[in-house]
Structures are given as C-alpha cells and as structure tokens.
Nanobody
C-alpha cells in the first residue's frame, strides 16, 4: 500500500501548481484523502481533506480559498489545486489516507506517501 504525491516544483509568488496523489496497492477512491504541508523546521500541518464520497471537504482556515481539493475518478487520483501561491506555502506536501476526514491532524491519518516539494519564490 503506497501513496505517491507529485506535481511540486518552483513557482513565483502568485503562481499556481496542481499536486496529485495516486496510490498503488489499493483504490484511492475508497478513502478520505488529505493534504499536509511541512515547511522547513516546522511541524506538518493539515491543508485539506476530501471525504470518500466527496460530500465533505475541509480546508485549513489560513488558506482563504486559494486551494481546492478534488478527485479525478477516471485516474483514481486526488488533486490539490493551489492558486495565488505565497512564499509561506513553500515546503513539502504530503498526501495521506484514512477512512474519513475526522480532522486535519497527522494522527487522524494512517497511510502516508512521500512528499513533493513546492518552492515559491518571492
């Protein structure tokens, strides 16, 4: 069971990136999927979670509508569309899976993938 995050890169302030989370060994569509952000030297923080059915979506309050999480069921992937990026968005982004979006704490998710690095230049 593995999750793989991709889509990171270098972007200027105000730019956009779309991150992707895919799975091997299980079907991503059966799980709630969350994205987490870890800046250098800081704790991993929850960004967003999408429930298995898509009926429930949670965002960190600090995002102010800049990010959107959604599923691509044709590819069994979950994406995080990040717009109007800021230097403080720099860091490694991880996707995680569990049965529900019980919260945005790292302890709420049992399966994790390796992250993808996002760097926002000022």
């Amino acid at each position: 069971v593995q999750l793989q995050a991709s889509g990171g890169g270098l972007v200027q302030t105000g730019g956009s990136l779309r991150l992707s989370c895919e799975a091997s060994g299980f079907t991503l569509g059966y799980y709630a999927i969350a994205w987490f952000h870890q800046a250098l030297g800081k704790e991993r923080e929850g960004v967003s979670c999408l429930s298995r059915t898509g009926e429930s979506v949670v965002y960190a309050e600090s995002l102010a509508g800049r990010f959107t999480i959604y599923r691509d069921n044709t590819k069994d992937a979950v994406h995080l569309q990040m717009n109007n990026l800021k230097p403080e968005d720099t860091g490694v982004y991880y996707c995680a899976a569990d049965s529900s979006c019980g919260g945005l704490g790292t302890g709420d998710f049992s399966s994790w993938g390796q992250g993808t690095l996002v760097t926002v230049s000022s």
